[in-house]
């Protein structure tokens, strides 16, 4: 079975660099094909697709986010973190990290639960 | 970047109804094409993968069609459960995109 779970702040102040932690289960990170994305959604509003990063460690950034994003893994420990530079209250929104099947086709599955994180001074 | 555009917004149905969510893309994607299911206060679940192909364990009531850059969720008789916000996706090309979602509420 396979989990995932967001942890990191839940307020930071504008301007500040917010780091995510996915902790996951149930696949390794080292497997070909598989990869862990991130995705937010702002209160009320609808998703959006901010990073993926695969197993062989090829990222890809949201073009409207690259320059304030980074992505990275952690094999050992079964963690994927993102970080998240100068942030602003319109990045306040609920953070998942998802689960992508190493079939090309699969969507993402499953995700985690999610985290809000408020940016507020 | 690929745009999508999914409508309705907004769609009001009764249970036992028949409904149909269309997304429209801007370019060809195949059927590099995914439907999600999200309820209030929850994360968004994966009902159909590459365009017609149902997540194990997603009721039959629920399929998908579509190729290229029209595509289509059915539900064939809704249930109480079914009320919720869906959401396609395109993985065909960085940078992934989500539509904007339907709402299906009771009428």
């Known amino acids: 079975q396979i989990t995932l779970k967001e942890s990191g702040p839940t307020l930071v102040k504008p301007t500040q660099t917010l780091t995510l932690t996915c902790t996951f289960s149930g696949f390794s990170l080292s497997t070909s094909g598989v990869g862990v994305g991130w995705i937010r959604q702002p209160p009320g509003k609808a998703l959006e697709w901010l990073a993926l990063i695969y197993w062989d460690d090829d990222k890809r950034y949201s073009p409207s986010l690259k320059s304030r994003l980074t992505i990275t893994k952690d094999t050992s420990k079964n963690q994927v973190v993102l970080t998240m530079t100068n942030m602003d209250p319109v990045d306040t929104a609920t953070y998942y990290c998802?689960?992508?099947?190493?079939?090309?086709?699969?969507?993402?599955?499953?995700w985690g639960q999610g985290t809000l994180v408020t940016v507020s001074s | 970047v690929i745009w999508m555009t999914q409508s309705p917004s907004l769609l009001s149905a009764s249970t036992g109804d028949r409904v149909t969510i269309s997304c429209r893309m801007s370019?060809?994607?195949?059927?590099?094409l995914a439907w999600y299911q999200q309820k209030p206060g929850k994360a968004p679940e994966l009902l159909i993968y590459a365009a017609s192909t149902l997540q194990s364990g997603v009721p039959s009531r629920f399929s998908g069609s579509g190729s290229g850059t029209d595509f289509t969720l059915t539900i064939s008789c809704l249930q109480s459960e079914d009320f919720a916000t869906y959401y396609c996706q395109q993985y065909y090309s960085f940078p992934w995109t989500f539509g904007q979602g339907t709402k299906v509420e009771i009428k």
């Open positions: 998802a689960h992508k099947d190493v079939v090309p086709a699969a969507g993402f599955d499953p």
């Open positions: 370019q060809g994607i195949s059927s590099y």
